[in-house]
């Protein structure tokens, strides 16, 4: 039954009311001066000292413990740098055998989310810690889990996701303050950055432990530490808040504006995320990445190569949703800062 007149001019009024204190609130936020965020002390070591030790550099692992928390099978690693000497924390998941994907443990989509954040953010504002792929000798790996086995047909060895394990960091008891966004600029920065970053990867997973943030409250970055469920699976967690929606109500010109200049060729990078090449000892390596085998498969596996991608449709679903995002900027329905 439809309601009485009256009472949808109340409801209307109060909708006008609750529209007129949101953009009050966002026009205060857009007063307050420019900040440029202080570096945080979360990441061990650079974004860029990760990318390349993780993927290249020889390493060791010393030491293998599970967490207590997620379904995936995450592990707490060190792992040992012989040619620095340099030791680093990490969470190290087995790839899954066989399709070397799942709808939880699904290693090409965190390298994306990897990926895309790069598109509008600098590394100190990355939301997402480095990660990357490694296979480790199976008789090493053994003396840290003796039930081992190579988890890719014909290697010799254990493939898995190796991601910075973050510090000083907590899980925050209340991610959003509506009021604190359009009274703090530095807090509003860090927010809407993950939002964003959220939105356009379809971040469906939002459980405690999945997003932190730094215990420093005065530069309160937030960070997304577990990605696997994005890009649109058709599996999610619906018992939690989801920042897979735009929450916020404002977000930085500059990232719109790095956004807008994106072209084709940033979309096509991401069907080759990663490859890995057998060499005479048939071990996986890095290697640069090719052109995708299947362009319709995420993980394809062929002649001694194995690459990880995003799918034609996964990616044209992305493009769409940044062009979304676009046009709620330029109709005003999103406000910038």
């Known amino acids: 039954m439809s309601a009485p007149a009256p009472t949808l001019l109340r409801r209307s009024l109060r909708g006008l009311g ?26 061990p070591v650079t974004p860029a000292d990760a990318e390349r030790l993780f993927w290249q550099a020889p390493l060791e692992m010393v030491s293998l413990e599970k967490t207590s928390k997620g379904v995936a099978g995450a ?7 012989p040619g620095d000497g340099r030791q680093l924390e990490v969470k190290w998941k087995v790839v899954p055998a066989g399709s ?8 090409r989509k965190e390298l994306a989310c990897y990926v895309v954040q790069r598109w509008f953010l600098e590394p100190n504002d990355f939301v997402v810690p480095t990660v990357a792929l490694r296979a480790l000798p199976i008789d090493a790996y053994r003396r840290l ?12 060895c254990v493939l898995g996701s190796l991601a910075l394990w973050l510090q000083h960091t907590v899980e925050p008891e209340r991610l959003y303050d509506p009021d604190r966004f359009t009274a703090d600029a530095l807090y509003a920065y860090h927010l809407s950055n993950f939002n964003v970053l959220a939105y ?19 530069n309160r970055r937030i960070f997304a530490v577990d990605n696997g469920i994005s890009f649109g699976g058709w599996i999610y967690n619906f018992l939690t808040t989801n920042w897979n929606v735009i929450r916020v109500p404002a977000i930085r010109r500059e990232v719109v504006e790095r956004l807008r200049a994106l072209d084709r060729g940033a ?18 390596r890095w290697a640069p990445a090719g052109a995708p085998i299947d362009r319709e498969r995420g993980v394809r596996i062929a002649g001694g190569r194995v ?7 996964e990616i044209e679903r992305l493009s769409q949703r940044v062009a979304s995002l676009l046009e ?3 109709s005003g329905s999103l406000a910038v800062f």
Request: with cysteine.
């Open 18 to 43: 609750y529209a007129r204190t949101r953009s009050d609130a966002v026009a205060r936020l857009q007063t307050l001066p420019a900040v440029t965020p202080a570096a945080g002390n979360n990441w």
């Open 75 to 81: 592990c707490k690693a060190r792992i040992v740098f």
């Open 100 to 107: 070397l994907d799942s709808w939880n443990n699904n290693p």
């Open 145 to 156: 889990d003796e039930k081992a086995e190579p988890n890719v047909d014909k290697t010799p």
């Open 200 to 218: 356009l990867v379809a971040h469906r997973d939002g459980r405690p432990g999945n997003i932190l943030a730094a215990d420093d409250d005065a």
């Open 267 to 284: 979309f096509s990078a991401l069907a080759t995320l990663a490859e890995l090449r057998s060499d005479t000892a048939g071990a996986l």
């Open 307 to 313: 690459q990880f991608g995003l799918t034609t449709a």
């Open 328 to 330: 709620r900027v330029d």
